[in-house]
T-cell receptor
Framework: DAKTTQPTSMDCAEGRAANLPCNHS???????VYWYRQIHSQGPQYIIH???NNETNEMASLIITEDRKSSTLILPHATLRDTAVYYC????????????FGSGTKLNVKP | GAVVSQHPSRVICKSGTSVKIECRSL??????MFWYRQFPKQSLMLMAT?????????EQGVEKDKFLINHASLTLSTLTVTSAHPEDSSFYIC??????????FGPGTRLTVL
């Protein structure tokens, strides 16, 4: 699976949009981009995933660059409960295909 | 979304004893489940893949005789930490994919070995 690079930490003001970047310059054509988050002492929570088109759901939006070498997760109106470690993972889909977690980005949402 | 549960949520045991952790998919079936370990301030580390009806496959460096995995049914996988030592103290997390390949994670089990 392709390696991803994320900033170690980011701050965001409550109510503002949080934009979390991820670099995956060695991504291959059949690998998807997945985003998960982990709130302290809990299991990771699925947020969103995509291949090459931008995706949006009730939690977030995923913007993937045209060359697919990077992506951005957008939380449109961050709340204090969005404080968590956010993981960007690149992988080929399939139930037998594993998720390997990098170090992620600690998002601190501040009042 | 789908729900994955773990039991117990927290366990304390004496050094040398064995501890069993259960992972259940509550509203879907999973022929494959995954086990992770997470030390404080670190990321999740994949330990092994649990396969229903066949042997588990372990990541490099993970001792299969120490971390016994049994995938008893399409909704249950168990991880047994045998002869636990203080260095096995960690946060153990399981996950299971749904039919749409979305991976759902359990809430984790905090193991403390005294």
């Amino acid at each position: 699976d392709a390696k991803t690079t994320q900033p170690t930490s980011m701050d965001c003001a409550e109510g503002r949009a949080a934009n979390l970047p991820c670099n995956h310059s060695t991504i291959s054509g059949n690998e998807y981009v997945y985003w998960y988050r982990q709130i302290h002492s809990q299991g990771p929570q699925y947020i969103i995933h995509g291949l090459k088109n931008n995706e949006t759901n009730e939690m977030a939006s995923l913007i993937i660059t045209e060359d697919r070498k990077s992506s951005t997760l957008i939380l449109p109106h961050a709340t204090l409960r969005d404080t968590a470690v956010y993981y960007c993972i690149v992988r080929v889909p399939g139930n037998f295909n594993k998720f390997y977690f990098g170090s992620g980005t600690k998002l601190n949402v501040k009042p | 979304g789908a729900v994955v549960s773990q039991h117990p949520s927290r366990v304390i045991c004496k050094s040398g004893t064995s501890v069993k952790i259960e992972c259940r998919s509550l509203d879907f079936q999973a022929t494959t489940m995954f086990w992770y370990r997470q030390f404080p301030k670190q990321s999740l580390m994949l330990m092994a893949t649990s396969n229903e009806g066949s042997k588990a496959t372990y990541e490099q460096g993970v001792e299969k005789d120490k971390f016994l995995i049994n995938h008893a049914s399409l909704t249950l996988s168990t991880l047994t930490v045998t002869s636990a030592h203080p260095e096995d103290s960690s946060f153990y997390i399981c996950s299971a994919p749904t039919a749409t390949d979305t991976q759902y994670f359990g809430p984790g089990t905090r193991l403390t070995v005294l």
